[in-house]
């Protein structure tokens, strides 16, 4: 079952991804995914087209979604495999996640605009469109077209990350709303590129144990924010907890991304793939 080309975090335009639905999933399609979750940050907007295209080309889709959530003064990322679109209470409970983040990219705006950085939120709504889809992502994008930075990664290390001066806290979800919704729309919880968050030993082994109890199912040990010494770390810990493993580009767009769709390591043969209990 490893053998499938499986790719199950993914964003586009509804979220903060550079492409629109349909341009993700012909490009994963062109790039020999064989079965792939569009997942946007606490959006469903773009599940309806990628799905279309998807059945198109042939190519085996997954509905998704990307939950944020706050756990020990941090932000989180609970991804949502195979969910049902149309659950009420998922789309509620998203619309409430949503509803923050007009007022935060406001303050980061103001943030930036202390250190001389001005027309920022501006520039982000350029990228976003939408104030409720105004994203850290859209932010950066627009300062490295201003050139205060080189790259998005870049941007996100010196002015949005915990710390520097364009990063604002929020409150987002729950671990248990976010898990509790998964779970009621019939979809499968994987911890999201579990090696980007700044967790002691401890308090990763307390994130997984929590997650495992509320019902989570898996963890994300191959993705693009992991290098091969965090693909074994986190395949020690899912065999630890007893949880299943994810495969996921967390693609974002051509010039965004550390790898292209499809394109993550293989996962250690004697794990389970979260994929086996998708239908």
Same mark, same amino acid.
């Given at each position: 079952m490893?053998?499938?080309?499986? &790719?199950?975090?993914?964003?586009?335009?509804?979220?903060?991804?550079?492409?629109?639905?349909?341009?993700?999933v012909r490009r994963a399609h062109a790039n020999g995914v064989d079965l792939l979750a569009l997942t946007d940050h606490d959006e469903l907007l773009g599940l309806p087209e990628a799905a279309a295209t998807a059945a198109e080309l042939g190519l085996r889709f997954v509905p998704?979604?990307?939950?944020?959530?706050?756990?020990? &003064?941090?932000t989180l990322h609970i991804v949502g495999l195979g969910i049902d679109p149309t659950n009420e209470a998922l789309i509620e409970g998203l619309g409430k996640v949503r509803s923050g983040r007009d007022g935060r990219a406001v303050r980061i705006a103001a943030e930036l605009e202390r250190i001389g950085i001005h027309g920022a939120l501006e520039g982000a709504l350029s990228y976003a469109g939408n104030p409720a889809?105004?994203?850290?992502?859209?932010?950066?994008r627009y300062l490295v077209?201003?050139?205060?930075?080189?790259?998005?990664? &870049?941007?996100?290390l010196h002015?949005?990350?915990?710390?520097?001066?364009?990063?604002?806290?929020?409150?987002?979800?729950?671990?248990?709303d976010a898990v509790g919704w998964i779970k009621g729309a019939?979809?499968?919880?994987?911890?999201?590129? =579990?090696?980007?968050?700044?967790?002691?030993?401890?308090?990763? /082994?307390?994130?997984?144990e929590k997650f495992r /109890?509320?019902?989570? /199912?898996?963890?994300?040990?191959?993705?693009?924010a992991h290098d091969g010494g965090q693909l074994l770390a986190f395949a020690r810990l899912a065999r630890k907890f007893g949880l299943m493993a994810s495969r996921a580009?967390?693609?974002?767009? =051509?010039?965004?991304?550390?790898? &292209?769709?499809?394109?993550?390591?293989?996962?250690?043969? /004697?794990?389970?793939?979260?994929?086996?209990?998708?239908?």
């Open positions: 490893n053998a499938l080309n499986a &790719d199950l975090h993914c964003h586009s335009t509804a979220s903060d991804g550079t492409l629109p639905p349909a341009e993700v998704g979604v990307e939950v944020s959530v706050s756990w020990l &003064d941090q889809l105004v994203s850290r992502a859209h932010f950066a077209e201003i050139g205060a930075s080189r790259n998005v990664h &870049d941007v996100f002015y949005l990350a915990r710390g520097k001066p364009g990063y604002v806290e929020h409150v987002w979800a729950t671990l248990e019939g979809g499968l919880a994987v911890i999201a590129h =579990p090696g980007r968050y700044r967790l002691s030993h401890a308090e990763m /082994d307390l994130l997984l /109890d509320l019902g989570g /199912d898996a963890v994300e040990v191959s993705c693009g580009s967390d693609f974002h767009g =051509p010039e965004d991304s550390p790898i &292209d769709l499809g394109r993550a390591s293989p996962l250690p043969p /004697d794990l389970t793939p979260v994929w086996t209990r998708l239908t």
